[in-house]
Structure formats: C-alpha cells, structure tokens
Nanobody, 123 residues
C-alpha cells in the first residue's frame, strides 16, 4: 500500500557531503514521523535522525552537527543532508515512515521501510 523509494547514496571521500532523499507514495492519508536509520556490516540497525510532521527533529549523538534532516510534507519526502562524512558513516541507510493509509472506508496505521541505499565513505 505504501512504497518508500530512497535515492542519493554513493561513494564519497572523507569530509565530503551527500544528500539522501526518500519519497513515499501509495494510499497515504497522513504521515507522522519520518526518519533515517543505518546498518553497517555486522552491526544492528540504528537510528540516525527522525523528524515529526511539525518539523521537530532528533539525532544520534554520532551525527549531531554534521547531518540535517528535513522534509517536504506536500511531497511526502524526507531528506538527509550529510556533511563532514567519516568512514564510520559507511552503512546502508534506510528510510522509515509512520503512515496512516485509507481505502476510503477505514484507516490503518503502519510503519514502512525503504529498500535501503548504500553510503560508502572512503578515500
């Protein structure tokens, strides 16, 4: 019912920047929180940043002052601006959204994930 499509990953040198995008589509009635998580090889998936529909954001300590999350509610899209990238930021980055869907008769709420986009920071 809901698809999250990420883009913007790639290979970047240490100190470089990237911008990730995630667009939600489907039978969406509303989206509350949207966020970015990441998973490095051999490690658990961890929260990177999360933003409410009102624009309140929270970040993992490891990315504060380097990453900025933003969203365009009209486009159901969330962005992650990543600056001063470090090799330890290398991971698959996943988009997540809390979505209320409707079929016109009823509403359902669920958490949805994107397919992930690889970010590699290396010289």
């Amino acid at each position: 019912q809901v698809q999250l499509v990420e883009s913007g990953g790639g290979l970047v040198q240490p100190g470089g920047s990237l911008r990730l995008s995630c667009a939600a589509s489907g039978r969406i009635f509303s989206i509350s929180a949207m966020g970015w998580y990441r998973q490095a090889p051999g490690l658990a998936r961890e929260l990177v940043a999360r933003i409410t529909s009102g624009g309140s954001a929270n970040y993992a300590d490891s990315v504060k002052d380097r990453f900025t999350i933003s969203r365009d509610n009209a486009k159901n899209t969330v962005y992650l601006h990543m600056n001063s990238l470090k090799p330890e930021d290398t991971a698959v980055y996943y988009c997540n959204a809390d979505v209320v869907t409707t079929n016109g008769l009823a509403f359902n709420r669920g958490a949805y994930w994107g397919q992930g986009t690889q970010v590699t920071v290396s010289s």
